[in-house]
């Protein structure tokens, strides 16, 4: 059984930075894709980040592009996201996400094994 752990989220004023962490038990991270997903209240659950167990590809939201990061530490098995920059409309919960398909995907019903969330909210 793949058990996520997220943390690291927290009250940050805009333009600040924060890392998040996901660690990951049970298996290697290296046997799935990762993603970050975000989910603000109202909202849809929405794509952030994500990062192939294949070749260490990354692809980004266009509305992070630039200024989040999605990274990994296979000694560690954990997987990163590194937020610059911060706005307020970037508050939510965030969410770690393991997929184990042969292909990457971004959307959210791809992915199988999921984190509780870390609360991120960013003050004007």
């Known amino acids: 059984q793949v058990q996520l752990v997220e943390s690291g989220g927290g009250l940050v004023q805009a333009g600040g930075s924060l890392r998040l962490s996901c660690a990951v038990s049970?298996?290697?991270?290296?046997?799935?894709?990762m993603g970050w997903f975000r989910q603000a209240p109202g909202k849809e659950r929405e794509f952030v980040a994500r990062i192939s167990r294949r070749d260490d590809s990354t692809r980004h939201s266009d509305s992070v592009k630039d200024r989040f990061t999605i990274s990994r530490d296979n000694a560690k098995n954990t997987v990163y996201l590194q937020m610059n920059s911060l706005k307020p409309e970037d508050t939510a919960v965030y969410y770690c996400?393991?997929?184990?398909?042969?292909?990457?995907?971004?959307?959210?019903?791809?992915?199988?094994?999921w984190g509780q969330g870390t609360q991120v909210t960013v003050s004007s």
């Open positions: 996400a393991a997929d184990s398909s042969w292909v990457t995907h971004m959307s959210p019903s791809n992915y199988e094994y």
């Open positions: 049970g298996r290697t991270v290296r046997d799935y894709h």
